[in-house]
């Protein structure tokens, strides 16, 4: 009898152990597990708002509520990239020039060369002492260098090129733009977008979105690899609920809701 009894203490102790184990280690697998789907939804939540960002900036419009639409943005959208090459210096500055002042001086540079090669005749060497003193009082200004053999150093430039929305967001990534809507570890779940446009008093528009999902679609029992413990998953919402924070991840224009 003493055998069985200091058998079922044995079992008792084991148990406790293993329930304070659990009590300890359950709240640190479920953090380890949320910040590995967090970062990856995090992730997904920035992709849409930087093409969120770009579809205003492009089409001056405001934003999508579409997945569909933003997908084919993605597909066939070009993006002006700006490369600068020096900064006007001080006495520059001192002297009330400005990045437009410079770049409307090559302008009127260049136009009069390429006058110059339509033209014939004294029009023709007019436009040619145009250029010529124009790309001379830029030298003088320091923002060009005049080589003997007739080349130009630029010491400032600002060269606007091109390039694919795609490439310029997914640097190299090769992604499915429809996959831009689904939640990670959602198993199909699907991000909410909305939109809005309000006018102030002056009329003027002012345009914002939201990309959101919640907790329960990447962390909860429908999730893909399966549920996180449904306990600390249900502390989480009501830590979420007594702090007046939405249920899950959000991003708007401005910023996420996790920063």
């Keep these: 009898m003493k055998k069985v009894v200091n058998i079922l203490l044995s079992l008792c102790i084991i148990a406790m152990i293993y329930v304070v184990y659990e009590s300890i280690m359950g709240p640190i697998r479920f953090a380890k597990e949320k910040e590995i789907r967090d970062k990856a939804v995090i992730e997904k939540l920035l992709e849409i708002k930087a093409v969120q960002n770009e579809y205003n900036n492009l089409l001056r419009g405001g934003y999508c509520d579409n997945f569909d ?3 084919a943005f993605i597909r066939t959208a070009q993006i002006p990239i700006v490369n600068r ?8 500055l001192d002297h009330d020039w400005t990045e437009s ?3 409307t001086l090559y302008a009127k540079a260049r136009s009069a060369e390429i006058e110059a090669e339509r033209l014939t005749g004294r029009k023709a060497a007019n436009k040619r002492i145009e250029a010529d003193t124009l790309w ?3 030298a003088r200004e320091g923002f060009i260098i005049l080589h003997e053999d007739g080349t130009k150093e630029f010491l400032f430039s600002r060269e606007t090129e091109f390039v694919s929305l795609y490439d310029s967001i997914f640097k190299g990534k090769v992604i499915d ?3 831009l809507r689904y939640v990670p570890y959602g198993n199909g779940a699907m991000f909410e977008l909305s939109i809005e446009s309000d ?5 003027v528009v002012s345009h914002s979105f939201q990309a959101q999902t919640s907790f329960e679609s990447y962390l909860g029992p429908n999730s893909y690899g399966g549920g996180l413990d449904r306990q600390e ?3 989480l919402l009501e830590d979420c609920d007594d702090r007046g924070r939405y249920r899950g991840m959000r991003v708007d224009n401005n910023s996420g809701n996790w920063e």
């Design 69 to 71: 639409t933003l997908a």
């Design 85 to 92: 090459n020096g900064e006007l210096t001080d006495d520059q």
């Design 101 to 103: 002042k410079v770049l």
């Design 136 to 138: 001379q009082k830029a």
């Design 177 to 179: 733009p429809d996959s």
């Design 199 to 203: 006018t102030s008093a002056t009329d």
């Design 233 to 235: 998953l249900i502390n």
